[in-house]
């Protein structure tokens, strides 16, 4: 992930552990409340706090009523979550939590970008690596939200910036702008032409539609209320505005359980109704100080089941594939609390170059980094991070979902976000170390993106067939040819944890369906090891044995048992990482 992590009290302290909070809130109570609000409850009680508050169904307005009554700055309302965002004192959280008609209690976390700085502003034949062609599929009439800084109106863009608005101002439409420049830089990965570079800088999907939801300001840093309200928008004007993916690449550190955080609710809402989510892993695989690997680094949302949550590769300006390395940076799974199995799949992640947008924060900061277009003007910058990579996929995934509607003739349904993500993990590319070792799927989930292979799929896909049966118009060989080498597809998708081989995806099974979190309802095996040192089976216990501490466990031999002691936190800001300064 980008932006610079503010040493923001609240968020930051995370989860050392809420010792003291339990006089502060009933013992019984501790489960609604998670590790960011007990770490505030240490704080004095006039200290001030903005949280956010699920409430049980329909009694939203009541407790709504309640607050406006004490005379707490309620700051907004989230339907589709049931949800209030709130500012209060500590004080209060106590009487808050204790309510039988609040079900969870959540610091609104200050988020950042996930993408930075980088050297070598060299182009890198993005859409070639990935297995694209000059007659592939561009993504056209598909509809790609961007959740970010803004977008910046690069000649690269075409005029495609078919709606923009500012949630940083209250959600307002307005004309597209770009402050600090992170948002500009991942629309263009996704969709710009690259016409200011006679198309060195081209994106992955460059027809595509792009809507713009400003959720992080002129540093790079917003609020988890904030881009709430902006998917809360996204998802209830998804037909009128067109959306059919939404790319967050922004997050936070994990402070609670998937099923409790407010976040990846409105993510597995948006999934719901029908969008394909991408979210970047985030930027920390690896301990600056050490040099040493971390498991367990997943932000929010990319802990969210259903969300396509992306790490990051170096591709190395080449176009094969057996070069490509997953970036030290990347953060590997699985997700905090829950132990999910994340990140899903791996794409190109670094130096990537794409439109600047002039006057912002990192075109100002960074001006070692900018890039010159075919007149010599500094019209691009290259940056690098898992919001990179998200935003290659976010292109992926617009130009699959085009392929379907063109290929299939007659009246379909659009692929759902389940049968996207399933597509993105069985055409995925195994990606290897140095040594030739296959890195294990906590480091690169599924594989590498394999856009020349998930377009041909899709292509052959007809999602009006009857539930069940085979979706196939035709067969299809599992492999993609790329610079000349022939890459197999990984032909397995990790759901539950554990991996699906065959021809699951090869039929319209009810696991794709929109009403289907992932992961729910269906084992494909007991246990599963994910590499060779890392056992991930039956034998694990995610619960009262396990004291929940650092984030992030250092270190490649990894046993995940019984008795698991966790550090103290660990996190880091501005630090240059691997030489990147990937911030």
Not at 85 to 103: F, H, K, T
Not at 209 to 225: E, M, P, Q
Not at 489 to 498: A, G, K, L, M, V
Not at 538 to 556: K, P, Y
Request: hydrophobic share 40%; glycine share 12%.
């Amino acid at each position: 992930m980008g932006g610079r992590f503010r040493a923001i009290t609240l968020m930051f302290s995370l989860v050392l552990v809420a010792c003291a909070a339990t006089a502060a809130v009933a013992q019984n109570n501790l489960s609604k409340v998670d590790a960011g609000v007990q770490t505030a409850l240490q704080h004095p009680p006039s200290a001030r706090i903005n949280v956010i508050v699920r409430v049980q169904p329909g009694r939203r307005t009541s407790v709504r009523q309640q607050l406006d009554a004490d005379g707490f700055a309620v700051r907004a309302e989230h339907q589709l979550i049931n949800a209030i965002s709130l500012d209060l004192p500590v004080g209060a959280l106590s009487a808050l939590a204790n309510r039988p008609d609040v079900l969870s209690v959540s610091v609104d976390a200050a988020l950042t970008a996930t993408g930075g700085a980088a050297p070598s502003p060299t182009a890198s034949p993005l859409r070639e690596t990935l297995g694209l062609t000059s007659k592939s599929p561009r993504g056209s009439g598909v509809g790609v939200a961007v959740l970010d800084s803004g977008i910046y109106p690069s000649p690269d863009f075409q005029g495609r910036i078919t709606g923009f608005y500012d949630f940083t101002r209250g959600g307002n439409a307005s004309a597209p702008y770009d402050d600090y420049g992170h948002g500009t830089h991942v629309a263009g990965l996704i969709g710009g032409t690259g016409q200011l570079s006679n198309g060195s800088y081209q994106g992955v999907a460059p027809s595509v539609n792009l809507i713009g939801f400003k959720v992080l300001d002129s540093s790079g840093v917003g609020l988890v209320s904030t881009v709430i309200s902006a998917l809360e928008f996204a998802t209830s004007h998804k037909a009128e505005l067109g959306i059919d993916v939404i790319n967050l690449s922004l997050g936070h550190p994990i402070l609670e359980s998937a099923s409790t955080d407010p976040l990846v609710a409105a993510v597995e809402n948006a999934v719901r109704a029908g969008i394909v989510v991408v979210v970047a892993a985030g930027n920390y695989g690896v301990n600056p100080t050490t040099g040493l690997p971390g498991y367990g680094g997943i932000l929010s949302p990319g802990n969210a089941p259903s969300a396509v949550t992306v790490g990051s590769t170096n591709p190395a300006k080449t176009v094969i594939r057996s070069d490509d390395r997953v970036d030290a940076y990347s953060s590997r799974g699985p997700s905090w609390y829950d132990g999910i199995a994340k990140p899903d799949v791996v794409a190109p992640g670094r130096s990537m170059t794409a439109p600047v947008a002039p006057g912002g924060t990192l075109a100002i900061d960074h001006p070692e980094l900018l890039v010159a277009d075919a007149s010599g003007s500094p019209s691009y910058m290259t940056l690098s991070g898992t919001s990179m990579a998200a935003a290659v996929t976010s292109g992926v995934a617009a130009a699959l979902i085009a392929a379907n509607r063109a290929a299939i003739q007659t009246s379909h349904p659009s692929l759902t976000p389940n049968a996207v993500k399933a597509i993105l993990e069985y055409t995925g590319v195994e990606v290897t170390d140095g040594s030739g070792v296959p890195y294990d799927r906590l480091v690169q989930g599924a594989g590498g993106v394999n856009a020349g292979g998930a377009i041909d799929l899709a292509s052959v896909i007809d999602t009006a067939v009857p539930v069940g049966t085979w979706w196939l118009i035709k067969g299809i060989q599992p492999v993609t040819t790329i610079g000349g080498e022939k890459d197999g597809w990984s032909q397995e998708f990790i759901w539950n944890n554990t991996p699906g081989y065959g021809y699951a995806v090869y039929r319209n099974l009810s696991t794709w369906a929109t009403s289907v979190t992932w992961g729910d309802n269906i084992l494909w095996g007991d246990s599963i090891v994910w590499g060779e040192n890392i056992l991930w089976g039956d034998n694990i216990l995610w619960g009262e044995n396990i004291l929940w501490g650092d984030n992030i466990v250092w270190g490649e031999n990894i046993l995940w048992g019984d008795n698991i002691l966790w550090g103290d936190n660990i996190l880091w800001g501005d630090n240059d990482i691997s030489g990147n300064n990937v911030f």
